[in-house]
């Protein structure tokens, strides 16, 4: 359209890519605006331009592409998609823009790359640049380094990861380029301020000179923490925060934890690459090692030594090789060979980390052995190794294996070992050294520090000091309870000198020892639990200052009070923490007591204490009572009060009153004031003595709770049971127990020592007094609510009659829980800190089971049952086992010394024997219950092994391991299998069994723990990865495990975490994080917890509170149904409780709430995702020949996300009757859930594949039924199917086309037909033809017929991949032994010849003769009657109606097509084909039942366009498209472009403006790019058929609709317009538009050039230029054929149509045009069917009828038309006639010849010889006998002279004896000679017939329009033709082609002499005569022409809309009249229905 100021006016989007740059800069200026103004980040205006922005930054123009770059900028900065450009965009600016020289570009190409960044785009920005490095530009590596350099600067290491960029760092200082080396080094810099001192080791080898720089620089940078300065999208908080600070001025809170966040996140370790060093290993290692020489055991380990130098190794299995080590270090007694061993050992731990921790417990005994070794070297050597693996693994896990070292006689290994100790403690925290393990470590150090060698002593004063540094007073204090003083300041003072791993990095101090700096190993902490150590120091602390301490007192009587104290001291019964100092109270002796007595006390008071008098005492101890009360708590000498109360008669006291008064004021005492154990100690023996008195009993009760709220329970408990059991009274016994069980009820039972009383309780339950034994039982069931029922095992040898009543009390207390605890926490609320609760039940755990008597098993394992164990007869490795187990049956208890069995039961866990298998897993779970909690060093070894059995095939195998799992997790707790990088590495197995299990086990052990190891964040990107698994169970279940994961990660760390991930399932994972957030359960709370904890840790199910249960399920079931996902975000947060579960997962609704709800649930994008992973082959793809089980459970699986789960069940069951259900359902709901449907149809359609599959007829009628319904309603949606769901249908559909039954049959070919509204007919039209190669011979037929019928509805253009191809494989099938296959075969292709003509038999290529001639017999059959495929179809096709053309009808709104146009090429192509009529007089117009009719039919499919301008298409009979709103991601709806742009397509024709516009924007878009353009093949005839739906629809709607804006219609005319300019400009598209849309876009386009309401708009004349313009371009770019083929139709239509003269003038200035144009393109056209179409229009219009038109034009036009025709070629258009059947229908071929004599008479003279030599012959004939005559003239033919002679010989015996047979002669002599007969024969006939028809010459041109006078017309000849009477060359004649010779009959007057021109204008020739070879052809031709004539007239109406209609013309010349006759009968049906 017009001039360069045009673009002004365009849209922004196409000025952003208009090819002026100053209308791009306009565009991007008026986008930044537009961007900054856009308010919306989620506004649809977003998304028109996420295609443009990569043009924005790249744009060729300097100065437009800074423009373009602030506009990108300001588009990343605001629009919610813009991440969606990050890939694009970002290697545009790299590429594009860092090579600019300006250095504006250079810096918004940076802001750009960190805006990206900003939005949560980091891993693609950096994955770009990175690239960009590897550029061979300078500039842009180095704008890439710098970029990098920012962001690091400014987001930090925790956004920017570094491992990449370090990698690349070497090499970019080895680059040439000056400025690349520069940058590279502040980039070193930057990271050197992020990572310090992790940087050096990659950066080692570069070149030195750059190392000493960097040093330099390095040196210079600010010791000060960095800190992030810019914030991620998603860090508003941290945002907020940073901004405070800054606004504050400092940072001083913030500094600290970012510090910690930063510091210990980069490890040097995880910039290394692993290296593998196991197959370097020297071949003959293990024998060198195992040599007799001492050196060559030195070179192995050199060896070693060398490879284990490698910073990082690569995991794998060093076993043999830690073995080989460990022997040497244990055993070679060259020292200098340990020492070496030792540093292997080293290296290995270092190289290894956390892999190493499986060898740890193997290595370490050795080499705290291997300590007694006195040289320093070797001492050094072993301290090094024994560091290095302490870092490999826990204390925990080595601590049996330290403690046992301990006892060693040997000075120098307990001094080591405690140094070890000492070095180990500082590695640790105050939650890696909990009590548990605190307890054993200080008992055995404090035998050290009592021991006589000095060395020793030093080492565990260290060791202790260490301990009370990490782990602090309170938790170390109760263990030093016995310690003198001096001792005590000792460790006090070491504890100062130690400096932590942990904490501040600052002191490198070296320890005493052995000089090493304890920082050297700071930066060994691997990054993980680095990261972990440091969060637990910030957080651990604060508890732990709160929490109570424990006061010591005298050392007790009793055996084990540190145990007692130590236990005690978790609990929060201890008092507040200022009086820690009063721990060690010490004794004091009476004379200081009474001293401090008598200042607090009345001095009568203390006189009277030991009066004679009862009265008196009675009146002391009320004074005294009155004292106590008024004491103030720090003036109260505790000690000194109760030793005067047990001051002589003390508990001796006689008088009850007195004693009850004296026993209340401990009780007061001891609440009131500071009471140490060291007074209780005074006071206890007598209130035990008490307790079983009838009066004081109760007091002495109360003294003793007091006393025990002060002293805490479980000191106080084991000190009353221990004395009540040392005197004999039995009430006092029973007393004190029953004590001690209300005690336990008020105090809970935390930390009480079970041990201590058990032996107790044992004593009282043999006591013979029964009220002993019952108090004893009842303690017995109080403690059973808190330990379980493990306490049943300390009593299983008591006599059967006791354990029944001990098991009667442990059955009352079955369903109740534990009481809270009431006491003890009152006054310390403040004081109780998590961190004591936190280790409580562990604590009780512990003890229960330090009380088992443990057996030492190790001497049973001998090396002869391992070997049994691991023998190759599976008979002798299960007696094996066998032993094994009753080895542990006997001993019950065990040790944890089990020496070679782990590694011979884990040989077991993988045999291949099954049973064997599942004996080992009884055996583990066995050794789990045996071993107890010591279990836990075998978790690495034996545990994660188990884990792998998970993996198991077979079910039963997998619940053993599922079992023994559980087992060993109830003993050990989760920490130690979160550990590390095993759970990790198991999930990362793609095995779906394993998977699932195992994420199942973690769904139902996360929710329970407080806090898991920071290793658990290695498995995310395991878990990630299984919620995209193939397989649908593991993804079920790691949706079960997302928030549990989530809880104890957090969100942050999670959606970080998906950074690695594809940008496809990164959105997914992201959302389905999102959905988890909102489920996540909240972390257990401690307080609930403590009542109900349960030895082993984790409460099981019937000790949760009912109450908590209750909620869990009320919420459950409250939840709406339909959500099936509930369960996955963990609706319970307990996902422990086992009947929870199943409660739940049985529906407790009604059936009927159950099924309410939609069946179909939409998940989003949930289609695509299905389809990316059947592409990715994630899962298995939808192909099979029968479905196995495992497409059944695939298919299961993925609909469980998205139908209803109760009809998931219907629709899987094993029984038909609920398939039927199911279905009956769908069917009910497909109307109400039509988005549901189309969500989820890939997924129906593949169940219903299986449907196909059953053999329940039932089913399958019903599936039919529910997939014709389910089409029709897509095709109402105008949904279009993806290439997914066809290829999983449409196969499995066309085998049911051979079903044995019709009724099924018939309904498959239904669906097909409506198939093809949705999803082209080319592309079904493979799966069909794949269809016939099947061996059922049913459905072979039914498949060609199908094709037949597809061929006929749409044309050859269905035929893929080519129609040659395709027919070839169809012919094939003419020779099948089937007989209905054969016939189906033949009907097809007489199909495609009566659409495609004679070019059929080339495509078919070579056939048997058989073949052929079945085909040849068939071709002629069907042009006598009707046949028979299309009567079958039109059954099937309820919707043809008789108003309607039949073609029309068969058209199935395909989308290539439309049925319009097609209809008109179907007529153009062959409206001489009677195959395609269906029925006889099918295309007729009934008018008599029309004339009846009162209007109840009505048209039901558009039709063909009408013409009469004044009421082209009525409003109401416009077929409006249901069009949904354009999408501006059309690219997520369908997956592949053909559907994207179908959809695109459908939306031009939409009734909404707006739409069209966008959708002609978008095809535009692809138009003008060469490489897109391309895919627009195959769609230009849907493309152009909704343009002209769209013309119409303006010219009949929006132009009438006065609301409308017209400037909006100018501008969709201006886009429709522009759009199909640039289509045809492309030529190869061009010429894809089929006749039919031709016609109907052209007259479309000229009816809107003659609107005269667009004159009148604004820009109206503009329109109208661009429309001129568009239909030039129209006529020369089209295929030629296909245009002039159209016009033709479209003059013929408009002249029936009556339209206005105007309409028609115009067509046939289009063919003047045309005409114009043939001399070039002549050769291009298909003259065949140009002549049909002129042919059709003569009949339609003889001359008579042309006569009677108002303007000569068309008669003009026509004979232009012929004349130009026969002038280019010559008598060859004589063989063009091939298309045409009955040539007597019209007078085109008379027509041709007359022009061709003309032509002739001017060239040629008549030749009189061969007159006579004709006459000669006949006399000859009469005499002579046939064959010598014949024989005669052949001879003559065949020499030189008389060759000319001779054919014309033979020409005139052909004529007189037509029978004659010369066909003998012919067929002994060559191909040549044959043809040259035959073609002599057929010159001869033309130039004797054409003397009699000499043409009329006129000469018309085209171009004059002025009024020449119309030439007079033959009578019998309806064609009209000119000729200039150019000469022509006989050599013409020569090269003419063969031409059939049922075509001869020719007209043929014999005139001898030309008759003057003007007599020829006047007179007509007379009629022709046939030939006589051709007589049978004439018989035939008479046979057709006496059967009725069909034509195709368009007439307009409104009602009958453009519909087809036959009349039966008597004969040509009759024509007009009928015509009239039958357009006034119309015109009254028109007047009586107006």
Not at 365 to 385: R, S
Not at 1709 to 1723: A, D, F, G, S, Y
Not at 1786 to 1794: D, T, V
Request: glycine share 6%; with cysteine; hydrophobic share 40%.
């Amino acid at each position: 359209m017009g001039d360069d100021s045009e673009w002004m006016k365009l849209p922004i989007d196409q000025k952003c890519e208009h090819k002026l740059w100053k209308a791009r800069l306009n565009g991007y200026e008026e986008a930044l605006k537009l961007f900054q103004k856009i308010d919306d980040e989620k506004s649809p205006e977003w998304s028109k331009y996420l295609g443009l922005i990569k043009k924005f930054v790249t744009d060729s123009n300097a100065v437009a592409q800074l423009k373009g770059l602030e506009a990108a900028l300001a588009y990343v900065e605001n629009a919610h998609v813009a991440g969606k450009t990050t890939g694009e965009v970002a290697s545009g600016v790299v590429n594009k823009v860092f090579n600019q020289p300006k250095a504006r570009a250079k810096e918004l190409g940076e802001d750009i790359c960190l805006m990206y960044i900003e939005i949560e785009k980091g891993e693609a920005i950096q994955e770009e640049l990175l690239k960009g490095l590897d550029n061979k530009n300078p500039k842009i590596i180095v704008a890439c380094i710098e970029t990098l350099r920012k962001a690091l600067s400014e987001f930090g290491s925790k956004i920017i990861s570094l491992k990449p960029i370090i990698k690349v760092l070497p090499k970019l200082f080895e680059s040439r380029e000056k400025a690349v080396r520069d940058e590279a080094k502040l980039l070193a810099v930057e990271i050197y301020r992020w990572i310090r001192d992790a940087l050096r080791p990659p950066l080692q080898n570069i070149n030195s000179v750059q190392l000493k720089e960097l040093e330099e620089e390095w040196i210079k940078v600010s010791s000060a923490a960095p800190k992030q300065t810019r914030f991620l999208r998603s860090q508003q908080e941290l945002k907020a925060k940073f901004e405070q600070q800054q606004g504050l001025g400092g940072d001083a809170d913030g500094g600290d934890d970012d510090e910690e966040e930063a510091v210990p996140q980069v490890d040097a370790y995880e910039l290394l690459e692993a290296v593998e060093i196991l197959s370097k290993l020297p071949k003959d290692f293990y024998e060198k090692i195992e040599a007799k020489k001492w050196q060559e055991r030195k070179e192995a380990l050199e060896a070693v030594e060398l490879l284990v130098k490698n910073p990082k190794l690569e995991s794998g299995d060093y076993a043999d090789l830690v073995k080989a080590l460990k022997k040497v270090v244990g055993k070679d007694t060259n020292v200098m060979l340990v020492a070496l061993a030792a540093k292997c050992l080293a290296g290995l731990a270092t190289g290894l980390r956390k892999k190493f921790g499986l060898y740890a417990g193997h290595v370490v005994p050795t080499i705290l052995e291997k300590f007694k070794e006195k040289k320093p070297q070797v001492v050094q050597a072993l301290q090094e190794a024994i560091d290095a693996i302490f870092l490999t693994t826990t204390l925990q896990n080595i601590s049996e294996d330290i403690l046992a070292v301990m006892d060693n006689k040997n000075p120098t290994i307990k001094q080591q070992t405690s140094l070890f100790i000492a070095r180990s403690f500082r590695h640790c925290t105050p939650s890696t050294l909990p009590k548990s393990l605190l307890k054993p470590f200080c008992a055995a150090l404090l035998k050290h520090i009592n021991d006589s060698a000095p060395e020793v002593r030093d080492a565990g004063f260290e060791a202790l000091g260490t301990a009370l540094k990490v782990a602090g007073e309170k938790a170390v204090n109760p263990f030093l309870a016995d310690v003198d003083k001096l001792k005590l300041d000792r460790i006090k003072e070491c504890a100062e000198k130690v400096e932590l791993v942990y904490g501040k990095k600052a002191g490198g101090a070296a320890e005493k020892k052995e000089g090493k700096p304890v920082t050297g190993r700071a930066t060994a902490v691997p990054g993980p639990a680095g990261d972990k150590e440091t969060k637990d120091a910030a957080t651990k602390p604060g508890p732990l200052k709160k929490a109570s301490a424990v006061k010591a007192g005298v050392p007790p009587k009793k055996g084990k009070p540190a145990t007692a104290a130590g236990t005690g001291g978790a609990g929060p019964k201890g008092k507040k923490g200022p009086e820690t100092k009063e721990i060690f109270e010490s004794e004091l002796s009476i004379e200081v007591c009474e001293e401090k007595a008598a200042a607090v006390l009345p001095a009568s008071c203390i006189q009277q204490l030991d009066s004679g008098n009862w009265k008196e005492r009675l009146a002391c101890m009320e004074e005294f009572q009155k004292a106590v009360e008024l004491m103030e708590r720090s003036e109260m000498p505790c000690q000194a009060l109760v030793r005067m109360l047990a001051k002589k008669p003390g508990w001796k006291e006689t008088n009850f009153q007195v004693m009850q008064m004296k026993l209340h004021i401990v009780a007061l005492i001891a609440q009131k004031g500071n009471f140490s154990k060291t007074s209780a100690q005074v006071v206890l023996d007598g209130l035990v003595d008490k307790v079983g008195d009838v009066k004081c009993g109760t007091n002495a009760k109360e003294a003793m709770t007091a006393i025990a709220e002060a002293c805490q329970l479980p000191w106080t408990a084991e000190q009353v049971v221990a004395m009540a059991f040392s005197q004999k009274n039995p009430k006092n016994q029973s007393e004190a127990l029953n004590w001690l069980s209300n005690a336990i009820k008020e105090f809970g039972f935390s930390g009480l020592n079970v041990k201590a009383f058990i032996s107790n309780v044992k004593t009282a339950l043999a006591a013979t007094n029964p009220a002993v034994r019952t108090s004893a039982i009842t303690l017995l069931g109080v403690m059973y609510l808190y330990v379980g029922p493990s306490l049943r095992m300390f009593f299983e040898d008591e006599k059967p009659a006791l354990l029944s009543q001990i098991d009667a009390e442990f059955e009352k207390m079955q369903g109740q829980t534990a009481p809270a605890p009431t006491r003890g926490i009152s006054r310390h609320s403040v004081g109780g800190g998590d961190d004591g609760e936190e280790e409580e039940p562990e604590e009780v755990g512990n003890d229960v089971v330090d009380l088992l008597p443990r057996t030492d098993i190790g001497d049973k394992i001998t090396a002869e049952l391992v070997s049994k164990i691991g023998d190759k007869n599976w008979k002798i490795r299960k007696e094996g086992l066998d032993e094994v187990t009753s080895i542990i049956n006997e001993a019950k208890f065990i040790q944890s010394n089990i020496g070679e069995l782990p590694a011979a039961l884990k040989g077991r866990l993988n045999d291949s024997n099954k049973i064997l298998v599942q004996q080992t897993l009884s055996i583990l779970q066995q050794l789990a219950t045996a071993m107890g909690p010591n279990i836990k060093q075998y978790v690495k070894n034996l545990g994660i092994p188990v884990i792998t059995v998970l993996g198991d095939s077979k079910n039963n195998v997998r619940a053993a391991a599922l079992a023994t799992v559980n087992a060993w997790a109830e003993q050990t707790g989760m920490k130690e299998w979160l550990e590390g990088e095993d759970l990790s590495e198991e999930l990362k197995k793609e095995n779906p069994f394993l998977r699932q299990e195992l994420l199942g086990w973690l769904a139902e052990k996360l929710p329970a723990l407080r806090s898991v190891p920071s290793d658990l964040l290695l498995c995310v990107p395991h878990l990630y990865s299984c919620l995209e698994d193939r397989n649908g169970d593991v993804r079920k279940k790691a949706q079960d495990a997302l928030p549990f994961f989530m809880m104890h990660l957090g969100f942050e760390k999670m959606a970080k975490a998906t950074g690695k991930l594809k940008p496809t399932s990164k959105d997914q994972v992201l959302a389905m994080l999102e959905k988890a957030k909102a489920n996540m359960p909240a972390k257990p709370a401690p307080p609930a917890k403590t009542s109900s904890r349960v030895v082993g840790g984790a409460a099981p199910a019937k000790f949760q509170p009912a109450s908590a249960f209750a909620d869990d399920l009320g919420s459950n079931t409250v939840e709406s149904k339909p959500d099936l996902k509930k369960a996955k975000a963990g609706g319970l947060s307990s996902k422990t409780k086992v009947q929870g579960k199943k409660v739940i997962s049985k529906p407790s609704l009604k059936e009927d709430d159950d099924k309410s709800g939609p069946i179909f649930i939409i998940v989003p994008n949930g289609k695509e995702q299905r389809m990316r992973e059947e592409k990715a082959l994630k899962v298995l793809k939808w192909n099979f020949t029968t479905p196995r089980d495992e497409y059944i459970e695939q298919l299961k699986t993925q609909m469980s996300t998205c139908v209803a789960k109760w009809l998931q069940d219907e629709m899987f069951h094993a029984d038909f009757q609920h398939h039927n259900k199911a279905l009956t359902v769908m069917i009910e709901h497909l109307e109400s859930e039509k988005d549901g449907v189309i969500s989820c149809l890939d997924l129906i359609l593949k169940w219903l594949t299986l449907r196909f599959f059953d053999t329940n007829t039932s089913v399958l009628m019903k599936a039919l039924e529910y997939l014709k319904l389910l089409f029709n309603l897509l095709s109402q949606e105008e949904y279009h199917l993806t290439e997914n769901e066809a290829s999983s249908f449409i196969p499995y559909l066309i085998l049911k086309v051979g079903e044995p039954k019709d009724v099924i049959r018939k309904d498959v070919r239904a669906i097909l037909n409506r198939m093809c509204l949705i999803y082209p007919a080319s592309k079904m039209f493979p799966f069909i033809m794949e269809g016939t190669k099947s061996k059922n011979s049913k459905q072979r037929a039914e498949c060609l017929e199908e094709l037949g019928c597809l061929v006929e509805s749409y044309g050859m253009n269905v035929c893929q991949p080519t129609p040659g191809k395709a027919l070839k494989e169809m012919a094939t099938h003419i020779g099948d032994r089937d007989n209905t296959v054969r016939n189906a075969a033949l009907n097809t292709i007489v199909t495609v010849y009566n659409v495609h003509g004679d070019q059929v038999f080339k495509l078919i290529g070579n056939l048997s003769e058989k073949d052929m001639s079945m085909l040849e017999e068939r071709i002629k059959r069907s042009a006598k009657r009707p046949s028979s495929a299309p009567v079958r179809q039109a059954e099937e096709k309820p919707q043809r109606t008789q108003n309607i053309s039949a073609n029309a009808s068969m058209m199935r709104k395909g989308q290539a097509e439309d049925m319009s146009s097609k209809l008109n090429q179907n007529r153009n192509m062959g409206s001489h084909s009677e195959t395609t009529h269906t029925v006889p007089r099918e295309f007729q117009l009934d008018l008599d039942e029309i004339e009846n009719d009162n209007g109840t039919i009505r048209c039901e499919m558009p039709a063909l366009v009408q013409h009469k301008l004044d009421d082209i298409l009525e409003p109401v009979l416009i077929p409006e498209p249901k069009i949904r709103a354009v999408s501006p991601h059309f690219d997520d709806m369908h997956s592949n472009t053909a559907s994207t742009i179908n959809f695109v397509i459908s939306q031009v024709a939409s009734g909404d403006i707006n739409t069209s516009i966008q959708a002609l924007t978008q095809i535009d878009e692809v138009l003008k790019q060469e490489d897109k353009a391309e895919a627009m093949s195959g769609h230009i005839d849907q493309f152009l058929i909704a343009t002209f739906m769209q013309l119409r629809l303006i010219y009949n709607t929006h132009m009438a609709d006065e609301k409308l804006d017209k400037d909006e219609i100018v501008r969709l005319y201006s886009c429709i317009i522009g759009s199909m300019i640039t289509l045809f400009q492309i030529e190869s598209l061009a010429r894809e538009a089929s006749t039919g849309v031709l016609k109907d876009l052209m007259h479309g386009l000229i009816t809107l050039m003659l609107d005269s309401r667009v004159e009148d708009l604004e820009e109206g004349e503009q329109v109208i230029r661009s429309v001129n313009l568009l239909v030039v371009k129209v006529l020369e770019k089209s295929d030629q054929t296909n245009i002039l083929s159209a016009l033709l139709v479209l003059l013929q239509d408009s002249l029936l149509a009556t339209a206005s003269s105007k309409f028609s003038e115009l067509v046939m200035k289009c063919l003047w045009r045309m005409v114009r144009l043939l001399p070039e393109t002549i050769n291009s056209i298909n003259l065949d069917r140009i002549l049909l179409d002129i042919h059709i229009f003569m009949k339609v219009f003889p001359k008579e009828k042309l006569k009677q038109c108002k303007s000569e034009f068309p008669i003009r036009t026509l004979k232009t038309l012929l004349h130009t025709l026969c002038k280019l070629k010559g008598p060859k258009i004589l063989d063009h006639l091939t298309m045409i059947d009955n040539k007597n229908e019209s007078e085109l071929e008379a027509h041709l010849c007359r022009l061709m004599k003309h032509t002739m008479e001017q060239t040629g003279k008549a030749d009189k010889d061969t007159e006579k030599g004709a006459s000669c012959i006949e006399e000859k004939a009469s005499k002579a006998k046939v064959n010598d005559i014949l024989a005669e003239i052949f001879k003559k033919i065949g020499s030189k002279e008389n060759t000319k002679e001779g054919l014309a010989e033979l020409y005139e015996y052909k004529k007189k004896y037509s029978d004659a047979d010369i066909e003998p002669f012919l067929k002994n002599s060559s191909q040549f000679f044959q043809s040259y007969v035959e073609r002599g024969l057929r010159l001869i006939e033309t130039e004797r017939e054409g003397k009699g028809c000499i043409a009329t010459s006129t000469g018309i041109s085209p171009q004059r329009e002025g009024t020449c006078v119309p030439a007079p017309t033959h009578t019998v000849s309806s064609s009209i033709g000119n000729t200039n009477g150019e000469e022509v060359g006989p050599s013409i004649y020569l090269e003419r082609l063969k031409i059939l010779r049922q075509r001869c009959g020719l007209d043929n007057a014999k005139q001898e002499d030309r008759p003057p021109l003007t007599s020829l204008l006047s007179k007509p020739t007379l009629p022709t005569v046939a030939s006589s070879t051709d007589m049978l052809h004439s018989k035939l031709s008479q046979l057709r022409e006496s059967r009725e004539q069909y034509q195709h007239l368009d007439l307009d109406s409104n009602q009958t809309h453009s519909s087809g209609f036959g009349t039966t013309l008597a004969s040509p010349s009759s024509a007009a009249a009928n015509i009239d006759d039958l357009k006034k009968r119309l015109e009254r049906i028109k007047s009586s229905r107006k």
